[in-house]
C-alpha cells in the first residue's frame, strides 16, 4: 500500500491534443507508458499536473523556503550533479560545507574545536579558511575553524544525528558496572516537532513529554528537571515552538539541570533544536543565551531550508566539541580511493544545496540576514497587532520571538464558527492558514499559524488581513450557526497540523 494515497488514481493521464502527434496516445498513470514522448510534451503533462499544487507564496503554513533569488537558482541546478557524499570526488563542495559548518559553530558561540582531522566536516578541518574575515560580526563568537557539524537532508536528520549522540553518550557512561537499571529517555515538551518522536520510535527511546497547559506553551526548566532520572539521555529545547513560534528557556532549563546535577549528582545534557531560530536568534536576539553559551548545550541543528533561506533539502547540525560526537558513531569509508568520515543516515544527496547556502552567507552577510529576518518580524508582529484589534482572537504568541504566531477564536465566537471553518474560507483565495489543535494536555485549544518568511510583505499581509476581516464578518453573520465544537470531536478530525 503506498503510504499516500488518493481517490482520483485510476486511468489515463489525458493528453491536450495539441501536444500529440498520432491520435489515441494514452499516458497510464501507475505504469511506465509503453513508449516514451519528446522533452517539451513530457515537460508539459507534468507541468500541468502540478498547477494543481497552488501558490507556494500563500502558503503560510510551511517555514520551508519558497523563494531564492536567479544567481543561487542558478548555483544550485550547476551543482545538481554533484553528489555531497563524495567528497573526494568534489572536494570543493567538501569544503563549502566544513566553512558553513564553521559559520555556525560560531555564530552559536561553539569554543573552539580540539578536532585536528582534515576530512568532511564531521571533526571539521582544523585547516578550513576563516571566513569571519575579522570583519565586525555582531554576535559572532569570532571565527571557529574547527568546528565538529556536518549538513544533513534537513532538520529531521540532524535531530536524528544529534539524538543519536546522546544515546550513545549516555551508552558510554551506563556501560560495564554502571549499567542502567532501565531503558534510555528523552525528555522535552510535548510541543516538540514529530521528528522527535520518530527518533524514540526508532532508536526504542522513551519519550518524556512534559504536557502544556493553559498560559505554559513550552517546556519550563523545573518541568524538564522534574522528569530526569539517570537514563535520561538528554533534553530537547526547541527554539522556536512549532506550535507557536515561541523560544524555549534554554538557558532556565541549563540553570535548573545545573542545580539538578549539584542536589543529585545527575548530570543531563541539551540538545538544541533550533530547526527556525538557529537562523533567526542570532540576527535578532544576540543577547538571548540559547546556543553554546549555556554550558549544558552539547548539540544544535538548524534548518538550512527554513530560515536559512535555501530552498528545501538541507540541514545541519553542530556538537560543541570534537568530545560531545562519539568518536563510533562516525563511520570512515574506503570510498573511491578516500578515507571519508561521515556521519548520516543516508548516502547520496545533491550538492547544490550546501553551495546554496554558502552562496547566502557571502551574498547576504551578517547584516543582510539580520535586515531579512527583522523584515519578517516586522510584517509578523504587523499582523498579529491587527490580528488583535479585530476582535475574536486572542494572541497566543505575537511573532516577538520567531516570525511565528498563534491565534485562537475567543470562546464566545467559537460557538459559532472554528478556526477551521476560518482557515478553510481563507483557502478560497489561495491562503494556507493551518489550524489545528494543541497536543496533550491542551487537545481542546484550536488555532490558527501564521509563518512569515522571507518574501511575504507588508502589501501581501494587508491583503491577507482583508480577507481575514471580511471572512471573520461573514462567519459571525451566519444565520444558522453550526453546532458547537466537541471535544476531541470534530475538531480532532479536521486537526490540519502543519510544519
Ligand atoms: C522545531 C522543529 N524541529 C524539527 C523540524 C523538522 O525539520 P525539517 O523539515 O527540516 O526536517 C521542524 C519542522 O518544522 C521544526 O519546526
Redesign the pocket.
Known amino acids: 500500500m503506498p503510504l499516500h494515497s488518493k481517490a482520483d488514481s485510476a486511468g489515463d493521464l489525458d493528453l491536450n491534443p495539441m501536444y500529440v502527434r498520432e491520435e489515441g496516445q494514452s499516458i497510464p498513470r501507475n505504469e511506465i507508458p509503453a513508449r516514451g514522448m519528446l522533452p517539451d510534451t513530457a515537460l508539459q503533462v507534468v507541468r500541468d499536473e502540478l498547477i494543481l499544487d497552488g501558490n507556494a507564496r500563500l502558503n503560510l503554513a510551511t517555514?520551508?523556503t519558497t523563494w531564492m533569488e536567479p544567481q543561487a537558482r542558478q548555483l544550485m541546478a550547476e551543482c545538481f550533479d554533484k553528489n555531497m557524499i563524495d567528497k573526494d570526488e568534489y572536494p570543493q563542495t567538501a569544503e563549502l560545507e566544513r566553512r558553513c559548518v564553521n559559520i555556525l559553530a560560531s555564530l552559536w558561540h561553539a569554543p573552539d574545536a580540539t578536532a585536528s582531522s582534515t576530512d568532511g566536516a564531521v571533526g571539521a578541518a582544523a585547516a578550513a579558511p576563516s571566513v569571519g574575515n575579522g570583519a565586525p560580526s555582531v554576535g559572532n563568537a569570532g571565527p571557529s575553524v574547527g568546528a565538529t557539524g556536518c549538513s544533513t537532508t534537513?532538520?529531521?536528520?540532524a535531530?536524528m544525528l544529534g539524538g543519536m549522540a546522546l544515546l550513545w553518550r549516555w551508552r558510554g557512561r551506563h556501560s560495564g558496572a554502571g549499567a542502567a537499571a532501565g531503558p534510555p529517555n528523552l525528555v522535552m515538551g510535548s510541543n516538540?516537532?514529530v521528528?522527535w518522536e520518530k527518533f524514540c520510535r526508532y532508536w526504542q527511546v522513551e519519550p518524556r513529554l512534559v504536557p502544556m497547559a493553559p498560559g505554559r506553551l513550552h517546556l519550563t526548566g523545573a518541568e524538564a528537571a522534574a522528569r530526569c532520572d539517570e537514563n535520561t539521555i538528554g533534553v530537547v529545547a526547541?527554539m522556536g515552538?512549532?506550535m507557536d513560534g515561541s523560544y524555549e528557556p534554554v538557558h532556565e532549563i541549563g540553570q535548573c539541570l545545573d542545580q539538578l546535577h549539584a542536589d543529585t549528582g545527575l548530570d543531563v545534557p541539551v540538545h538544541v533544536?533550533g530547526?527556525?531560530g538557529g537562523f533567526v536568534a542570532p540576527f535578532l536576539q544576540p543577547d538571548i543565551e540559547w546556543d553554546f553559551r549555556v554550558r549544558r548545550v552539547v548539540s544544535i541543528n538548524a534548518?538550512g531550508?527554513?530560515y536559512g533561506l535555501v530552498y528545501p533539502g538541507v540541514?545541519w547540525v553542530v556538537w560543541r566539541d570534537a568530545a560531545a560526537l562519539p568518536e563510533d558513531l562516525i563511520f570512515r569509508v574506503n570510498y573511491l580511493g578516500g578515507d571519508m568520515p561521515t556521519f548520516a543516515l543516508n548516502f547520496s544527496r545533491p550538492g547544490g544545496h550546501v553551495a546554496a547556502q554558502y552562496y547566502n552567507f557571502l551574498r547576504l552577510g551578517f547584516e543582510g540576514f539580520r535586515r531579512v529576518q527583522q523584515a519578517c518580524q516586522d510584517v509578523a508582529m504587523h499582523l498579529s497587532a491587527e490580528i488583535a484589534q479585530i476582535g475574536p482572537f486572542e494572541l497566543l504568541t505575537d511573532g516577538s520571538e520567531l516570525p511565528v504566531f498563534a491565534f485562537r477564536l475567543r470562546d464566545e465566537h467559537a460557538a459559532r464558527y472554528s478556526v477551521f471553518d476560518l482557515s478553510e474560507r481563507l483557502r478560497q483565495r489561495g491562503w494556507r492558514v493551518p489550524a489545528y489543535t494543541f497536543p496533550a494536555d491542551m487537545r481542546d485549544t484550536a488555532v490558527l499559524r501564521i509563518v512569515v518568511r522571507n518574501g511575504f510583505s507588508m502589501d501581501m499581509a494587508g491583503l491577507l488581513l482583508d480577507d481575514l476581516r471580511q471572512h471573520t464578518q461573514e462567519l459571525a453573520a451566519q444565520p444558522c450557526p453550526p453546532a458547537a465544537p466537541v471535544p476531541g470531536g470534530r475538531q480532532r478530525q479536521r486537526r490540519a497540523f502543519a510544519?
Open positions: 517555514f520551508v534537513g532538520s529531521s536528520e535531530c516538540v516537532q521528528c526547541v515552538s512549532t533544536d530547526a527556525s534548518s531550508h527554513k540541514g510544519h
